[in-house]
Nanobody, 125 residues
Framework: QVQLVESGGGLVQAGGSLRLSCAASGRTFNPFYMGWFRQAPGKEREWVATASWIGPSTWYSDSVKGRFTISRDNAKNALFLQMNSLKPEDTAEYFC??????????????????WGQGTQVTVSS
């Protein structure tokens, strides 16, 4: 069984930065990709970014491209999200997720098999 635990959320002023971390554990942890999603109150879960676990590729939603950077440390089974130039509209619960099935539909929550419990990010104006 895989466990994902996020950390690093908090309250920050607009224009500030936060770095989210996701620690993975479990004997069978061997994903093809890992991603970050976010969900604001009353809204659907939104894809933020994904990183390949087996290569250098990364993908970003248009809303965060140029401001957020996803990275990983395979040796530590860790995923990160560096968030710069934060905006109030970035306020949400942020979740990391891991996918174990090859797919091109990396923006869809349904293709991710394992999820963390989330960490809250609040950006004040």
């Amino acid at each position: 069984q895989v466990q994902l635990v996020e950390s690093g959320g908090g309250l920050v002023q607009a224009g500030g930065s936060l770095r989210l971390s996701c620690a993975a554990s479990g004997r069978t942890f061997n994903p093809f990709y890992m991603g970050w999603f976010r969900q604001a109150p009353g809204k659907e879960r939104e894809w933020v970014a994904t990183a390949s676990w087996i290569g250098p590729s990364t993908w970003y939603s248009d809303s965060v491209k140029g401001r957020f950077t996803i990275s990983r440390d395979n040796a530590k089974n860790a995923l990160f999200l560096q968030m710069n130039s934060l905006k109030p509209e970035d306020t949400a619960e942020y979740f990391c997720a891991a996918g174990r099935t090859l797919t091109v539909h990396l923006t869809a929550p349904s293709v991710y098999d394992d999820w963390g419990q989330g960490t809250q990010v609040t950006v004040s104006s």
